[in-house]
């Protein structure tokens, strides 16, 4: 899988010697209910989602170039249930970041990094992102990086056991390319 390197973070594939990081940030009340997932209980737990959710192609290692510790994941998620259309490929990006890096613009900075990647590598025609209720720092991610509102929904969040309104939002290749050479 790719490496992609910014100002401050390399995005890498996630491995086994990360899960001490990722249990750091993962067993934070603050971080996993809200994006609909529950807080990690143990290195065990984290080290299996390592293996599983995160072993993913497109999932990406947040690590931060200054001291090389793992602060975050960002990547693909699969496919928005509403952007299947044919001739059309497209994905949808999730991602967390411990609450000791928040407000310092490391996670639009990633998730520029991978709308680069997933249009111009992955070849991806429109690129998803979300968010649940009162997650508002998720929806300023989201809109910092330029997606646009599209519809909202009702959804099961089977991990929580519970039901949340979810905000849906889209990026084209077009408006992306648009927004990033300074056309628009």
Known sequence: MDRIGTERLILRPFTDTDVQDVYAYAKDPRVGPIAGWPVHRSPEESLKIIRTVFAQPGVFAMELRETGNV???????????????????????????SPAFWGRGLMPEAVEAVLRFGFEVRNLRRIWCGHYAGNWRSCRVIQKCGFRYQFSTVDDVSLMEETRLSYHYVQTREEWHDRVSGTL
């Open 71 to 97: 602060i975050g994941s960002v990547g693909f998620v699969g496919l928005h249930p509403a952007g299947v259309q044919s001739g059309c490929p497209d994905d949808e990006i999730g991602y967390a970041l």
